[in-house]
């Protein structure tokens, strides 16, 4: 089945310092989705975003399907920013999102 | 409109004991998915329903069942608890394009 890898697996930023996180994809997809897991467990919907960029306040997505990769870009990162994030594929005919292992990131104050 | 719901938001239960958990996903989605994850894992998918039906399985055991109702609710049922069970349950619904998570069930098992 399809592979989904997330790098980097962890992250620690001084509050204000930007980052980037990377999903790799090993085949075509549909869909892609960007999620933030936050400390209480919950899961945001941050992008969905196929193909093209999108920007949302400080955070922006990028997805390159024809290379199989999607960017998630943070500027000016706060403590609120902390968690987990997610990324994950629709490959179609009904089947359910692939989801990558998450990267961790920390934003210390 | 109102979010994905889950119920109980927290729960403790006995090894051996069985759970009930609910579900209830954005008003006019038809397919509702269940995962498991564990302190520190990843999201682990269970299963999915799509109109009182189940469509996808994931790899886990018998003891973890689900079903869905005419007005897209679902449950999941986890029999005969183990000590590895203690987990957060999600639930995730989703239309012709988006998936949206609930909030969690935080089981611990004692």
């Known amino acids: 089945g399809i592979q989904v890898e997330q790098s980097p697996p962890d992250l620690i930023l001084q509050e204000g310092a930007n980052s980037t996180l990377r999903c790799n994809f090993s085949d075509s997809v549909n869909n892609l989705q960007w999620f933030h897991q936050n400390p209480w467990g919950q899961l945001i919907n941050l992008f969905y975003i196929p193909s093209g960029t999108k920007q949302n306040g400080r955070l922006s997505a990028t997805t390159v399907a024809t290379e199989r990769y999607s960017l998630l870009y943070i500027s000016s990162s706060q403590t609120t920013d902390s968690g987990v994030y997610f990324c994950a594929v629709d490959i179609g005919g009904n089947t359910p999102l692939v989801f990558g292992k998450g990267t961790r990131l920390s934003v210390i104050a | 409109k109102a979010g994905v719901t889950q119920t109980p938001r927290y729960l403790i239960k006995t090894r051996g004991q069985q759970v009930t958990l609910s579900c209830s996903p954005i008003s006019g989605h038809r397919s509702v998915s269940w995962y498991q994850q564990t302190p520190g894992q990843g999201l682990q998918f269970l299963f999915e329903?799509?109109?009182?039906?189940?469509?996808n399985k994931g790899n886990f055991p018998g003891r973890f069942s689900g079903r869905q109702f005419s007005n897209s609710r679902s449950e999941m049922n986890v029999s005969t608890l183990e000590l590895g069970d203690s987990a957060l349950y999600l639930c995730?619904?989703?239309?012709?394009?988006?998936?949206?998570f609930g909030p969690g069930t935080r089981l611990t098992v004692t």
């Open positions: 329903y799509f109109s009182e039906t189940q469509r």
């Open positions: 995730a619904s989703r239309g012709s394009a988006e998936q949206y």
